[in-house]
């Protein structure tokens, strides 16, 4: 699969293999309010469940044909998400009921997009086109895309 990558990072370096990420129209939430993923810029701050915090850096690829994972409104809870999202199928998901505790044996945990699969309310998509949008922190974080809380991973610097 080919795709166009674009790098968004002052002084860094980045892997150009996106393996987490949303898609544009995603909201995130922000210290103004929600705004859409692909409006956000490097220095933007994001809520996160540690606090504010300032994106670091930025990747945006676009995929002439991408595999996502779509996660119907209120798949997660109600209004988790608010809207019908897709991610790519490795992005985390922070989870906090019955699905931490059916699949990893705790009260709250990351998984997998991917690893929540059911095929009707979360399910594997091809979309055409898709734009994807990867946030990064100066360390791991939670925010909040659509109401869901997903994990960003922190910058990495390659030689």
Same mark, same amino acid.
């Given at each position: 699969?080919?795709?166009?990558?674009?790098?968004?990072?002052?002084?860094?370096?980045?892997?150009?293999?996106?393996?987490?990420?949303?898609?544009?129209?995603?909201?995130?939430?922000?210290?103004?309010?929600?705004?859409?993923?692909?409006?956000?810029?490097?220095?933007?701050?994001?809520?996160?469940?540690?606090?504010?915090? *300032? +994106?670091?850096?930025? %990747?945006?690829?676009?995929?002439?044909?991408?595999?996502?994972?779509? $996660?119907? &409104?209120?798949? !997660?809870?109600?209004?988790?998400?608010?809207?019908?999202?897709?991610?790519?199928?490795?992005?985390?998901? *922070? +989870?906090?009921?019955? %699905?931490?505790?059916?699949?990893?044996?705790?009260?709250?945990?990351? $998984?997998? &997009?991917?690893? !929540?699969?059911?095929?009707?309310?979360?399910?594997?998509?091809?979309?055409?086109?898709?734009?994807?949008?990867?946030?990064?922190?100066?360390?791991?974080?939670?925010?909040?895309?659509?109401?869901?809380?997903?994990?960003? &991973?922190?910058?990495?610097?390659?030689?």
């Amino acid at each position: 699969m080919t795709h166009h990558s674009t790098i968004i990072a002052a002084a860094t370096a980045l892997s150009t293999d996106l393996t987490e990420g949303l898609v544009a129209g995603t909201t995130v939430l922000t210290l103004t309010g929600e705004k859409p993923v692909e409006m956000l810029t490097v220095g933007d701050r994001v809520i996160t469940r540690s606090g504010a915090r *300032h +994106i670091v850096a930025m %990747r945006s690829t676009v995929m002439p044909v991408a595999k996502l994972i779509c $996660i119907s &409104a209120s798949a !997660l809870g109600v209004e988790q998400p608010a809207d019908d999202m897709r991610v790519m199928p490795e992005q985390g998901i *922070h +989870i906090r009921d019955w %699905r931490a505790k059916a699949l990893k044996g705790v009260a709250q945990t990351v $998984i997998a &997009a991917k690893d !929540l699969l059911d095929g009707e309310y979360i399910r594997c998509e091809t979309v055409v086109g898709a734009t994807l949008h990867a946030l990064h922190f100066a360390q791991p974080e939670v925010i909040y895309a659509n109401g869901v809380e997903v994990t960003c &991973a922190p910058v990495t610097v390659t030689a």
